[in-house]
């Protein structure tokens, strides 16, 4: 008879589920709770609904067992009361820096390994960001300008599940 897996290993598995909330540290983005009801992607285009940050329905869900990309996106400006929304902060976020999610099923740790600038009209050609990686999650916004003006890119952040 097989030995029961250690209990270490055991608590480290987080079944896949959607993110509930999200924080990115070192003091980027206090933790932020989600959109809950997901969004997906019609036409190559995503638009969140309001300005909590939202999960993409059509990406993988994160778990330690995600087979694939997850993907968080959400708006970057400042709201009519002149507060800046959530994902304005990933302007901030730097590779290395520690973005974690919260599931019902426990909290995910990533590293950003990746910051980089798209042209919004590239955005839905690149198989590189919408190839499936396991333990990968991408933040996605708009870029904009120091003094919040729309540019013609999106900004996206990658990141890798930490070990």
């Known amino acids: 008879m097989l030995d029961p897996p250690h209990p270490a290993v055991l608590s480290d ?3 896949q589920a959607d993110p509930i909330w999200i924080s990115i540290e070192p003091g980027i983005l206090d933790k932020t709770m989600m959109n809950p009801h997901g969004i997906k992607a019609i036409d190559g285009k995503v638009v969140p609904v309001d300005n909590r940050p939202v999960f ?3 990406s993988n869900q994160p778990g330690t067992d995600s087979a694939g990309t997850s993907f968080i996106v959400g708006h970057n400006y400042v709201d009519a009361s002149g507060v800046f ?3 304005s902060r990933l302007e901030k976020v730097r590779p290395g820096n520690t973005v974690t ?3 019902a099923n426990g909290v995910l740790n990533y590293t950003v390994t990746q910051v980089l600038r798209v042209p919004k009209a590239q955005l ?3 198989t590189d ?3 499936n990686v396991p333990g990968r999650l991408i ?4 870029d904009t300008t120091p003094q919040g003006h729309d540019t013609y890119d999106n900004l996206v952040v990658i990141t890798a599940l930490a070990s």
């Open 85 to 87: 929304v959530p994902f």
């Open 129 to 131: 960001l919408l190839k």
């Open 56 to 58: 993409r329905k059509d």
């Open 139 to 142: 933040l996605e916004t708009c």
């Open 124 to 126: 839905a050609s690149r």
């Open 101 to 103: 999610v919260g599931t």
């Open 13 to 15: 598995r987080i079944p």
